[in-house]
């Protein structure tokens, strides 16, 4: 048997019946039962795998959805790990939850210095006016690199992976409005977009996640004016626009 913490949040039964039910079908002809045991802890799904299967069954989660680490342990300096945006501090941190959830929950904290410095070139901009110009808000997944060893205080200082720099500077650079959907899935996306024949406005889907997506508008729609049209079709859904003439400024 192993538990595992899976790389992704959910947010109602639903959601965890639909990973549930994606697995199961997934390893149907493998000896790997696979059983939800909860997300109790900010939203984490874990799940327990059972079955002379099981090193399999976790190889494919592993490379396909992606795992926690299961402690401090497990992270060195340099580490890349992905992780879900926790909170935006009052002190200028931009706080990460990573996963680990024992001995006790443990984040990722990336200062105002550190942002500004990969973003902006430097340029002395608040760390609240950096997200609305760049939608980092809670819930939002990222990739990041940890710069220390972990202390006796379990504190881990972090900056944006050079991955996820270069995916907002490109969504910078092309000048698409892009609206960011947490909360649903692909299939959730492509059925509301066909109801509301939207489909002409956006050149394509992205996912960030299991259900984070990103739909890039085409040049001259504008993000915001789509939520608005598919907003009461996707009542659970979280809307953040990206808009990249907010960026006037070359870094």
Known sequence: MVILTLFTKAYNKGQLRQIEESLQLT??????????????????????????????AKNYIAK??????????????????KGYIQKITNNEILTVDIGILEPKTIYAHIPLATIQTQLLDGKDIPLKKIAELYALNADLPISIKINNTPTTANTLDAELS????????????????????????????TSTLERTRLNRDVIS???????????????????????????????????????PKKLNFKT
Do not use: H
């Open 205 to 243: 889907t992205d996912s960030l996640g299991l259900f984070e997506q990103v739909l890039v508008c085409k040049l001259g729609t504008d993000a915001t004016g789509l939520i608005s049209r598919i907003g009461r079709y996707m009542r659970n859904t979280k809307f953040i626009v990206f808009n």
């Open 162 to 189: 050079v991955t996820q720099v270069s995916m907002f500077k490109n969504w910078r650079d092309s000048l698409l409005d892009r609206l960011i959907l947490l909360g649903t899935t692909p299939d959730e996306v």
């Open 64 to 81: 396909q959805i992606g795992i926690c680490p299961n402690s401090l342990d497990e992270i060195s300096t340099g580490s890349e790990l």
């Open 27 to 56: 390893f149907e002809d493998l000896d790997a039962q696979i059983q939800i045991i909860g997300n109790p802890v900010n939203k984490w799904v874990k799940v327990e795998v059972i079955g002379e299967d099981e090193t399999v």
